[in-house]
């Protein structure tokens, strides 16, 4: 049997990718540690606007800290289910990138307005819903497993309930304010342009059941010694030509993401994907 390359990009059917295993790896033991002695990693590791220039690197490692079990357990759940579909579309580079940048809100908004530390990836986190929303807006999500719910109306439920937090609800234990900075900077970043490369603004609203076609690449190697194998014999130099454009676009998938693609590409791939479906 031979090796297929397939690549895909449906909303919540993808596989654990690898940056989303590495943060949950790395919450997930960073929070075993902590158990330790909680106070002594949450007093040098957490965020706190009057220590910042003291343990600037608060910034960063706040994020990787949990109160609770469930804290860190809702989420890992929502990085678990909606990290891989956006890490598959943009690519690793992008997605860790984008992930931080978001954490870092949380600590800006937090900085200003909020005087007491905070913990958590939670502004990650939410980030990292409103790309998926802003990706696949009519996705459904099932709250508590019952409820479906959009995902453009969950992350616009989210945004209302952190700004009332922020406003009215001090003193109640959560991070409002990294919640909603999380999600502020998440929406600038991605209509803002702020990328590290093109394409990962170009969220997009694709077709969320689409499938690339697979293509072996053994076949390609054999035609290339001029041993064609019996399924390709009889094939024009126009399908040769296609086969190596569709193999360049697939290796371009692989080393840049979904959203480093051309209209013209994806169009193509389509078209590929279809005759694939009605052979």
Known sequence: ???????????????L?????????ANTVTFLVTLVDQDFFFRWL??????????????????????????????????????????????????VVYYFVCGLGGV????????YWIVGASAAIYGIMLAFAMAWPDAPIYVWGIFPVKARWLVAFLFVVSVLGAVG????????????????TGFLYLKRDWRPRPGVSRVGRGRPAARVVTLPREERKGASAGAAPPERQGRGRGEEALLDEVDRIL???????????????RRLLDEVSRRHRAN
Do not use: C
Request: without cysteine.
């Open 1 to 15: 049997m031979r090796h297929l390359r397939q690549v895909s990009f449906a909303p919540l059917g993808f596989g």
């Open 17 to 25: 990718t690898p940056w989303v295993k590495r943060l949950l790896i």
């Open 46 to 95: 957490a965020f706190s606007p009057s220590d910042s220039l003291f343990r600037p690197w608060g910034i960063v490692t706040y994020m990787f800290l949990h109160g609770d079990i469930w804290h860190l357990l809702f989420n890992m759940l929502v990085l678990f289910f909606f990290g891989p579909p956006l890490e598959g579309r943009w690519g690793g580079k992008d997605f």
């Open 108 to 115: 800006a908004l937090s900085f200003l307005f909020a005087p």
């Open 169 to 184: 609800a001090a003193g109640d234990g959560v991070a409002h304010f990294a919640h909603l900075g999380g999600l502020l």
């Open 251 to 265: 290796d371009k998938i692989s080393a840049h993401g979904m959203a480093s693609l051309t209209p013209e590409e």
